[in-house]
């Protein structure tokens, strides 16, 4: 039987381990309306002289539910049953075959109904939660802007440093080596400049739920990070900021403990390390201040994931995004864009290349590289975008060029080729739609390094 169900997982799209299920399934679903209706209406069992055959439900309710392939099995298993001599007393042995035969065009009808409204949905549900991801990233940065907003306001007097101008100050820092945490000293200064912490550590993970003892920076007399400590293990499980309760500062009963723990989580949930707070001034000690923090630690997480993959390879990031689009392309049929525009020799060429990679939206990812005959390439990325959108954005970037330097896009460009990425894509095929403009040595070289990417060379190749 094993083998049977494996072939009829195949041809029907369900997982072997559900076909013997889904096989009892349909042997209800097609003799239990026509037994029953023998049973209790033994003069009418199909219900042609009742004003609708009922009989008929249970085949539509089957391909509504699983699809039309399943609804025509239901309804074929139904109308053999209905044909049989078991049937045969009642006198509509021609409508009992008229009955089978349109219920297995009404099936059909149903099931393709219900599978492509199925796929529709999968398909905005998957667009919506690749959205919520991105709104994550969005309402953090909008959030950092507003608090900056307001401290640049309260500090104006002093000409002190704004909370955004420390951390674009931070960008290349992180960027300079391939773990961010070693510019420790420098996310310890934004956390007690702008949140007016006294005594605290910032420790790197060394597992998923373990945290390394040596601090990587320090500020005050910081000492041994207490590992069993119950505020600093709850925020390594829920990946929020946990504090102790304004009632425990009060009374002293932090002195042995942590007083607040900040991991440092970016929208995906993936924690690169936390500040242990082990004491701060009373009056910062407020739930405004506790906001920020944990604000902070959200920012910096998603500021170390992007420095980590810009350090560790120039493609790290895009071979990132575009492992997410062909993810989402495979599960729920998503589009998206890929486009490559190989520059000329004109002297605005390069120029022209670096406005068109930063002219895309914040969901979009962008990579400049060297093609084998030195010749600049750019490769976009726009997810969630049909063919047609991505035509749509050349236009409007062929627009935008024109006003700022002058002259249009294609006076600079020598090459242009758009691909609609879908389900029947991989990495390996955008690889090589991509080394038309660039050559397979030049994406070998970029991509040599991408941390995500094993068997990386393989898929250029």
């Given at each position: 039987?094993?083998?049977?169900?494996?072939?009829?997982?195949?041809?029907?799209?369900?997982?072997?381990?559900?076909?013997?299920?889904r096989m009892i399934e349909l042997l209800i679903f097609s003799c239990l309306l026509p037994m029953g209706g023998l049973l209790a209406f033994s003069d009418d069992p199909t219900g042609l002289h009742a004003g609708f055959p009922w009989v008929a439900a249970g085949a539509l309710v089957f391909a509504a539910r699983y699809g039309s392939l399943w609804g025509v099995l239901c309804a074929v298993l139904t109308?053999?049953?209905?044909?049989?001599?078991?049937?045969?007393?009642?006198?509509a042995g021609g409508q009992h075959a008229a009955l089978a035969l349109g219920t297995i065009i009404m099936c059909l009808v149903v099931g393709d109904a219900a599978s492509s409204w199925r796929t529709r949905s999968q398909q905005s549900e998957a667009e919506n939660q690749y959205l919520r991801h991105r709104l994550k990233e969005f309402s953090t940065d909008y959030h950092v802007l507003k608090v900056s907003h307001g401290q640049l306001e309260e500090h104006m007097a002093g000409q002190?440093?704004?909370?955004?101008?420390?951390?674009?100050r931070l960008k290349p820092v992180l960027s300079a080596s391939g773990d961010g945490l070693q510019a420790g000293s420098e996310l310890m200064a934004v956390f007690s400049q702008f949140c007016s912490i006294q005594v605290a550590g910032l420790y790197a993970m060394s597992g998923d739920s373990r945290v390394d003892p040596q601090p990587v920076a320090?500020?005050?007399?910081?000492?041994?990070?207490?590992?069993?400590?119950?505020?600093?293990?709850?925020?390594?499980?829920?990946?929020?900021?946990?504090?102790i309760k304004l009632e425990s500062l009060d009374e002293k009963h932090h002195e042995n403990s942590l007083l607040a723990v900040v991991p440092l989580v970016d929208t995906n949930g993936r924690m690169h390390g936390v500040l242990a707070i082990k004491?701060?001034?009373?009056?910062?000690?407020?739930?405004?201040?506790?906001?920020?923090?944990?604000?902070?630690?959200?920012?910096?997480?998603?500021?170390?994931?992007?420095?980590?993959?810009?350090?560790?390879?120039?493609?790290?990031?895009?071979?990132?995004?575009?492992?997410?689009?062909?993810?989402?392309?495979?599960?729920?049929?998503?589009?998206?864009?890929?486009?490559?525009?190989?520059?000329?020799?004109?002297?605005?060429?390069?120029?022209?290349?670096q406005f068109v990679s930063t002219s895309i939206r914040s969901l979009?990812?962008?990579?400049?590289?060297?093609?084998?005959d030195d010749a600049t390439v750019l490769c976009l990325?726009?997810?969630?975008?049909?063919?047609?959108?991505?035509?749509?954005?050349?236009?409007?970037?062929?627009?935008?060029?024109?006003?700022?330097?002058?002259?249009?896009?294609?006076?600079?460009?020598?090459?242009?080729?758009?691909?609609?990425?879908?389900?029947?894509?991989?990495r390996a095929s955008c690889l090589s739609f991509l080394m038309k403009h660039a050559g397979a040595d030049a994406l070998q070289r970029e991509v040599r390094g991408n941390p995500g990417g094993s068997g990386t060379q393989s898929d250029v190749a």
């Open positions: 039987m094993k083998p049977f169900f494996a072939l009829l997982s195949r041809h029907l799209r369900v997982p072997a381990g559900k076909a013997g299920g109308g053999l049953l209905i044909n049989t001599p078991l049937f045969a007393h009642a006198d002190r440093l704004s909370l955004r101008e420390a951390l674009q320090t500020h005050g007399d910081m000492l041994e990070l207490p590992l069993f400590d119950p505020i600093l293990r709850t925020a390594i499980k829920e990946r929020e900021l946990v504090s004491d701060m001034h009373f009056m910062a000690f407020q739930q405004q201040n506790l906001n920020i923090l944990a604000l902070l630690g959200n920012y910096m997480g998603d500021m170390l994931t992007r420095s980590k993959g810009a350090a560790e390879s120039r493609a790290a990031w895009f071979m990132s995004e575009l492992d997410t689009a062909l993810r989402f392309a495979h599960s729920h049929s998503t589009e998206s864009v890929l486009l490559s525009l190989r520059f000329n020799q004109e002297p605005s060429a390069d120029k022209v290349a979009d990812a962008s990579w400049l590289l060297t093609a084998d990325l726009l997810p969630l975008m049909s063919e047609t959108h991505g035509q749509a954005f050349l236009q409007r970037v062929d627009k935008a060029v024109a006003n700022q330097f002058g002259h249009p896009l294609k006076t600079c460009v020598e090459g242009m080729q758009l691909k609609s990425l879908r389900g029947g894509d991989s």
